[in-house]
């Protein structure tokens, strides 16, 4: 991958690409809006082929959080759009997205902690000024033990937060892709244990999440 310091490329393989005029105004506009976001250092953002069949047009990317050549967390976020709507989303948009990270024992053992990564997704909407609607998703904690030939590894924890919404479209039925992007990057960069940044507004590159626990840890594989 390569940093996502200005515009993303225009890489990816899949139904609704930008460029193709036959293609509804409104999701070309939603993908120029991602494509040209601007990210914070240390993430590593590219194009990825989007699924093909949860609605009629889709867009999806990848990115790893990178501190010191180590990438501390990884994730997927997939927009789609359904001219006719949906009656679950209330609405013509939705982001889906999936972030993991491997977590340090002290964190791994909090029993709150399904609470406190959901409150990482909703904490880095609002602090962005966001409005969404119909959250879902799932928050789940998987431990590895290792044993025989593999035994002076010691236990790992992967956290993986599953998770969709409905971005409150603005003019145009256009939602602010740029800013619930950088929203997204706000997450991966908390999961990854990051300090987080001052917020300077809706979209900015510097924005963050409010302070929680940090952790650092190799990609989840």
Not at 99 to 104: C, D, F, I, P, S
Not at 106 to 121: G, H, K
Not at 147 to 163: D, H, K, M, N, V
């Amino acid at each position: 991958m390569a940093p996502a310091q200005g515009r993303l490329s225009d890489e990816a393989d899949g139904r609704g690409g930008a460029g193709d005029d036959s293609v509804p105004l409104a999701f070309r506009q939603a993908v120029d809006a991602l494509r040209s976001a601007r990210l914070r250092p240390g993430l590593e953002v590219e194009p990825t082929r989007p699924p093909q069949r949860l609605a009629p047009y889709a867009y999806a990317l990848e990115a790893a959080v990178v501190h010191d050549d180590e990438d501390l967390a990884d994730g997927r976020l997939v927009l789609l759009h359904d001219p006719a709507g949906h009656d679950a989303w209330h609405g013509t948009f939705r982001l889906v997205t999936l972030v993991r990270a491997e977590l340090e024992p002290e964190m791994a053992s909090d029993p709150l902690l399904p609470e406190v990564s959901w409150s990482w997704l909703t904490g880095a909407l609002e602090a962005r000024g966001l409005s969404y609607a119909e959250a879902s998703g799932t928050v789940t904690r998987a431990g590895s033990y290792y044993f025989g030939g593999l035994a002076e590894r010691r236990p790992a924890t992967q956290i993986e937060i599953r998770a969709s919404w409905t971005p409150r479209e603005g003019r145009g039925g256009v939602p602010d892709t740029a800013a619930h992007l950088a929203a997204w990057c706000d997450l991966l960069a908390q999961i990854a244990g990051l300090p987080p940044a001052a917020v300077q507004g809706p979209g900015s590159v510097d924005a963050g999440v409010v302070s929680l626990p940090q952790r650092r840890g190799p990609q989840v594989s």
